[in-house]
């Protein structure tokens, strides 16, 4: 060429020759290997090779060699009399490395300092003690106004009369939430607190229609504070993300656009923590 840079050589259905994907820095094969596995996941019972080929768009021949290749190293197996094809101990094992090396509060900071950013109030994050039923604080990024909340990092919040803990509360059964009442009661903090296990229902039929929960100064005089779950790789609620702040900077009209902020930091910590989106909302 006369500027001097180097073609790259096709072939005729217009992929590079060098087994590489039009995308920069992707590997053909090892693409759709990974492509694959991913189906092969999403059916747990099983999956034969022609529904495989089909759901990724590529011949039984080219999607065969890849599993066969995937086979002998463990990845994937051949199961059954109709030999289906399902994900194989090596890839637990490789996931299994994932899990023991995340950390939450590593993963969890970079989307709260966003989540702070975005709403200018200060972002938490918080894990369920099931034991002692209460929400704890493990990590907070701070607003930037001279007004703004300070909870000590280990600070213990109720179930009941927080945003964090109203929304694990949401995701439990009525005969769970009995059992932490049990445990907890319902200790009255200010006049707006819940205070009786018939208000407590309604509210958390709220929290699972709209999929986050307010804390209208339940817990503190003046604090206002909007939370949603984060999932684990089960699928089980183990931790929250909350914003805080005044309730002269919380308004009523901007509580959904905070609640619209905080669920969409929970979806990217739980996707990023456990690999799956988060589960929709329970419907009441």
Known sequence: MANGTTATKRNPRG???????????????????????????????????????????????????LLTTMQQMGFVQQVGDLGLWTIGVRAFT??????????????????????????????????????????????????????????PIGGRLPMHASGGGKAFLATLDDVEVTRVLHKTG???????TINTPARLKEELARIRRQGYSFDDE??????????????????????????????????????????????QAAEDITLAYSGHPRPVAQAA
């Open 94 to 151: 490789v996931g299994s490395g994932f899990l023991g090396s995340r950390d939450l509060m590593s993963i969890a900071h970079p989307i709260l300092r966003r989540l702070m950013e975005q709403s200018g109030e200060t972002a938490n994050l918080l894990v369920f003690d099931d034991e002692e039923c209460q929400a704890v604080m493990i990590g907070q990024v701070q607003c930037r106004e001279l007004m703004r909340m300070l909870a």
């Open 218 to 263: 339940e817990h503190a005089v003046g604090l206002r504070c909007v939370a949603a779950c984060i999932y684990n790789e089960n699928k089980e609620p183990f931790a929250a993300v909350s914003v805080s702040g005044p309730k002269s900077r919380i308004p009523d009209e901007r509580v959904v656009h905070l609640g619209s902020l905080v669920v």
């Open 15 to 65: 992929r590079p020759a060098d087994g590489t994907t039009s995308s920069v820095g992707q590997v053909q094969s090892l693409t759709r290997g990974l492509l694959l596995m991913e189906r092969i996941t999403e059916s747990p019972a099983g999956v034969t090779l022609t529904d495989l080929a089909l759901q990724v768009g590529l011949p039984n021949s080219t999607t065969h060699r």
């Open 186 to 192: 319902l200790p009255q903090y200010t006049d707006s």
